[in-house]
């Protein structure tokens, strides 16, 4: 019996947690984060809560926006902004350097993504914007993306730039450690963004979604896109 309570208690405790991410991640410019998790869970038991999407794809809510304008510094130090990239779709992905496994494997996916994507990769600028703007400068930015894929942009900024298009994305981050430690790891939501040419978000892919799932979505939205 106890050993029924326990894992009844796990689970509701990765639900709430799941709930809470999703409130965070969705939440309307200007809305708390008590008001939205409250709305999430009367979307719950009002059964009125959007069924997942399959393959690891999230189908963004109703009314809700992600992506836009941003102004950034790109590992060659050049500054850049969303017009750098008109017309071009983004595979964008928010992390750190110094990320222990996350980062690393989402990167690698995002990469087998890019070739997988065949004569097709050339409309679609991989981007890795790193949330540790104090560490991560564009140096060791430009040593670090290139490990990945030679298309791979890394993106930096101040400390306000990369809290602004966090925003924009809807991005969670904050350091794990002690604020004043100089040896430190990031807490950092995860999603890989395939954005449009209007810099708007057109997909989102949750950690671990198949790289040929995604590279099937995102070469359908390239054809659908392209005019005939």
Same mark, same amino acid.
């Given at each position: 019996?106890?050993?029924?309570?326990?894992?009844?208690?796990a689970?509701?405790?990765?639900?709430?947690?799941?709930l809470?991410?999703?409130?965070?991640?969705?939440h309307?410019?200007?809305?708390?984060m008590?008001?939205?998790?409250?709305q999430?869970?009367?979307?719950?038991?009002?059964? =009125? @809560?959007?069924? $997942?999407? &399959?393959?690891? #794809?999230?189908?963004?809510?109703?009314? /809700?926006?992600?992506?836009?304008?941003?102004?950034?510094?790109?590992?060659?130090?050049?500054?850049?902004?969303?017009?750098?990239?008109?017309?071009?779709?983004?595979?964008?992905?928010?992390?750190?350097?110094?990320?222990?496994?996350?980062?690393?494997?989402?990167?690698?996916?995002?990469?087998?993504?890019? =070739? @997988?994507?065949? $004569?097709? &990769?050339?409309? #679609?600028?991989?981007?890795?914007?790193? /949330?540790?703007?104090?560490?991560?400068?564009?140096?060791?930015?430009?040593?670090?993306?290139?490990?990945?894929?030679?298309?791979?942009?890394?993106?930096?900024?101040?400390?306000?730039?990369?809290?602004?298009?966090?925003?924009?994305f809807?991005?969670?981050?904050?350091?794990?450690?002690?604020?004043?430690?100089?040896?430190?790891?990031?807490?950092?939501?995860?999603?890989?963004?395939?954005?449009?040419?209007?810099?708007?978000?057109?997909?989102?892919?949750?950690?671990?979604?198949?790289?040929?799932?995604?590279?099937?979505?995102?070469?359908?939205?390239?054809?659908?896109?392209?005019?005939?």
């Open positions: 019996m106890l050993k029924v309570i326990r894992y009844t208690v689970v509701l405790l990765l639900a709430i947690g799941g809470w991410a999703h409130a965070w991640f969705t309307a410019p200007g809305q708390s008590a008001d939205a998790f409250g999430r869970l009367a979307q719950v038991f009002g059964q =009125d @809560m959007q069924v $997942p999407s &399959a393959a690891g #794809v999230v189908q963004l809510p109703p009314g /809700i926006s992600l992506g836009g304008g941003f102004n950034l510094t790109r590992q060659d130090g050049v500054a850049v902004t969303e017009r750098d990239y008109a017309g071009q779709w983004m595979l964008i992905y928010f992390g750190f350097t110094y990320c222990p496994d996350v980062c690393p494997t989402e990167l690698g996916r995002m990469a087998d993504v890019i =070739d @997988m994507l065949g $004569p097709l &990769a050339g409309r #679609v600028t991989p981007a890795f914007i790193t /949330i540790d703007p104090e560490r991560d400068r564009p140096d060791h930015l430009a040593d670090y993306v290139s490990r990945f894929h030679p298309r791979l942009q890394g993106l930096t900024g101040t400390t306000e730039q990369i809290a602004a298009v966090a925003r924009q809807r991005v969670f981050y904050a350091r794990a450690n002690s604020p004043n430690a100089t040896d430190y790891l990031m807490d950092h939501s995860s999603f890989i963004y395939l954005v449009g040419p209007d810099n708007r978000v057109r997909s989102l892919f949750r950690p671990d979604t198949a790289v040929e799932g995604m590279a099937r979505m995102i070469t359908g939205q390239l054809r659908a896109a392209a005019p005939s």
